[in-house]
């Protein structure tokens, strides 16, 4: 690893950083949506693989910081992995303090990452001699991660019940296109259906809107007006540990480890079962919510970046919910990623270390400081000048580039198929990550049906 390369890794840290410093602040970005595809695009233009990973790190790290601004201002979620926090937050602003909100909650991902990073390489240590016979098994492990998924959503019999008629339109899909000689039969149609599964919500409301109907009933909401109190300004660098009181500081470092070590489960359930449990026995409210949200946030930062690096490191397949959604592109975006050729067979485990290190620390250098410094001033702006219909649209469009790009016009009519029957099951309560895991599994279950 050269010093160009290393040059080329902080630059990407510092973009991956400041552009996911805004995203995040943005009300209702969901971490796969604006994380994937951004991913699988470097992947594709042949961006290298030490940057990319630099960049990822540093953007899920910058991400993670940031998502508790809104939560803490307007008690609107950032991202899917905050809206647990939002009931606390709101304790918090009730009580006037939405500014020890966002400082409690920054400091918590902080934690949650120098805790995840070393443990996730302890971990990853410890499965990697089995690496071997867990990937000989792959087809298997994800059609049974599919039904453990399945049993933890809220529709369990509907989820259940579609892992077979979706693996079938996945893999029905994929063979109109071998017939029709859209792509050639040693190319497996992947990256586009992937993104129309996390673009499903957006794509089905859509379409719901075209129903004259069904937008005549919708109600009106007019213009809705946000406070924003005034921070007392920090001087200096802040320091987690000093925001933090030691039982925050303690609670926190014990959630993050728990996280990473239960990075193959659902983060969201994770955060609230912990969140709650390891806070119900305090009754001053104000104490009660400060440590919840500190340590949910640093559990949440842990259980996302353990769920990327201990299968990137052990094993080289997408075998947790954030392998199979936000970091897919690491594992898969063919033709440059394969399962059999990504960043796990690329780079060494040190390297991996090093791109890891660098991404987390500049994010946390320049996501960090601006979050406390700017949080309130921040969060105006994006509130007044960036509209979150802009970027689902950047997104959308992103994802409509890729699916031609895989195979030609026609696959951008099967990725919206895809993304309508996503968009439908996810409404009635089938989670992203049961639907990932047929994808995954789509080739080896419906070669086992057949």
Not at 97 to 104: C, E, F, G, H, T
Not at 120 to 126: E, P, Q, R
Not at 342 to 368: P, Q, V, Y
Not at 391 to 420: C, E, P, R, S
């Amino acid at each position: 690893m050269d010093m160009m390369i290393i040059l080329q890794m902080i630059l990407a840290s510092i973009g991956g950083a400041a552009l996911y410093t805004l995203i995040g602040i943005a009300p209702g970005t969901d971490e796969t949506a604006v994380l994937a595809p951004v991913t699988i695009a470097l992947v594709l233009v042949g961006v290298s693989p030490y940057v990319i990973l630099s960049f990822f790190i540093a953007a899920i790290v910058a991400k993670k910081l940031t998502d508790s601004i809104p939560v803490a201002v307007a008690g609107i979620p950032g991202g899917v992995m905050s809206a647990p926090m939002v009931e606390h937050a709101m304790v918090l602003k009730t009580h006037g303090l939405p500014d020890q909100s966002i400082k409690k909650m920054s400091s918590g991902s902080v934690i949650g990452t120098l805790v995840s990073i070393p443990a996730s390489f302890l971990i990853a240590n410890l499965i990697l001699p089995y690496a071997d016979k867990i990937s000989e098994y792959a087809g298997l492990i994800f059609f049974l991660g599919a039904i453990f998924l399945a049993l933890m959503t809220k529709n369990k019999i509907l989820s259940l019940a579609i892992i077979i008629p979706f693996a079938l339109l996945i893999q029905g899909l994929r063979h109109l296109y071998w017939g029709l000689e859209i792509v050639p039969s040693d190319v497996t149609v992947f990256v586009s259906f992937f993104l129309g599964i996390t673009i499903g919500p957006i794509v089905f409301k859509l379409f719901e809107l075209l129903n004259n109907d069904y937008r005549k009933n919708l109600p009106g909401l007019g213009n809705k007006e946000i406070s924003l109190k005034s921070a007392r300004k920090e001087k200096g660098f802040p320091n987690p540990f000093k925001i933090l009181t030691k039982k925050e500081t303690a609670s926190s470092a014990f959630g993050s480890f728990i996280g990473a070590i239960t990075f193959f489960l659902s983060p969201v359930g994770m955060t609230v079962f912990l969140g709650e449990f390891l806070t119900r026995h305090i009754k001053d409210p104000v104490q009660r919510a400060s440590r919840a949200i500190s340590t949910m946030d640093g559990l949440t930062n842990a259980a996302y970046i353990s769920g990327t690096l201990v299968p990137l490191i052990a094993i080289g397949l997408p075998l947790s919910p954030m392998a199979i959604g936000p970091a897919a592109g690491l594992f898969n975006a063919p033709p440059v990623f394969t399962p059999e050729h990504n960043i796990h067979h690329l780079l060494s485990m040190g390297e991996i270390m090093t791109a890891t290190i660098i991404g987390a620390i500049i994010a946390i250098l320049i996501t960090f400081y601006v979050t406390i410094k700017y949080a309130s001033q921040i969060c105006a702006f994006v509130f007044k000048y960036i509209p979150h219909e802009a970027l689902i649209g950047l997104f959308a469009g992103l994802v409509v580039m890729l699916a031609f790009m895989d195979a030609g016009w026609i696959n951008i009519f099967g990725t919206m198929l895809i993304a309508l029957v996503s968009g439908l099951l996810h409404r009635n309560g089938v989670n992203y990550g049961v639907l990932f895991m047929i994808l995954y599994a789509a080739p080896w279950l419906l070669g086992v049906l057949s």
